[in-house]
């Protein structure tokens, strides 16, 4: 039935796709707002507007969810691509560091889905985590060797090494500076870029 | 009414506090074999071996309950009290870090706990992780003056910052490590003493 056109599936389908970016979006606004606070799904459906069932429809689990909104949100503030392939992996961070403070509720959703990745049973926020650190820290990696040949970065350091570091140090000290905004987050991470540079070049 | 003894308020206060320190043995076994998954109290409840009106009247609420046993597993393991005060604190980090490979549901707990801390509407949480770091960097930045008196810490370095830089460094690496054992926490935690170290004593 080559001639027979299939509305409905084909429909259904692309309302479908057009419900969850729906959902999706508003639970952004929400997380944004709010951060997550990892009470349960039905609460954070009910502030986004949707049905418990739908919610779960779309995404499957709170722990889905929050990935979702967490890939969305940092597509949308193009974190990855950032201008300048020259900064050093500290001035990236610092930027990220930067635009983080104004989204409080995402930054506090990216600390939610890694204290979950490391709890037994959430396979979705595991992966998100172990592939998001692995992926950072292969392209910080690729920076570093740039910023190496550059003579920006000590050319004796272990470029793995280093982006681990470096995100370690972004991940840590801005947690420190949430909960404490006396926490010298800006002067520690001066002190890494010092301490990472060539010599003539701090 | 001096003379008369008031046996049963004392005796049951007494037992109030044996029966509370009994529940946290448990549950810190509990929490070491298994981690912390932020389920419910009452799962938790079910496994220590008491009812969840038991738990709920000795620490009030899970949250509490996550500080009690954080805070009295960390002084059993004597964290605060390390032998050499002439370790660097990256020293001190790596021996924690040594340690805290043994009992990994004690380093979930302490990454869930500060996810909690970062939460709205968990004081408890909050009030534990905020002193927890205050304490740490102000010790850390005390052990930085005297590493550097030694001639072991450069000294043109801000020791507040070394000391907030040295522990996001380690609490992130360690978040790294334990979703990736490929992450490279020794090699980065031995290059940020090396970054650190006085010239001529690397």
Redesign the interface.
Known sequence: MPDEPAPTPRGSYAKGVARRQEILDRAIEVFAR?????TSLRAIAEEVGVTHAALRHYFGSLEELLVAVYRESETRGGADDHDDPEATPVELMRDWTESNREVQGL??LY??L????????HPAA?EF??ER??RT?ADLAERVRRNQRAGRIRPD??P???A??V???????Q??W???PD???D??L???EV??SAPGDA
């Not at 709010?34 to 990892?38: E, I, L, N, Q």
């Not at 890694?114 to 049973?121: K, M, N, R």
């Not at 995100?167 to 000290?173: E, N, T, V």
Request: aromatic share 2%.
């Open positions: 709010r951060g997550s606070d990892r930054v506090q600390s939610t890694v204290a979950t990745a490391l709890e037994e049973g595991r985590a172990t650190f692995a820290r350091v272990d793995l090494a280093v681990a570091l995100i370690a140090a972004s991940d840590g000290l947690t420190q949430l909960l404490d926490a010298p987050q002067a520690a001066a002190l890494l301490l990472l």
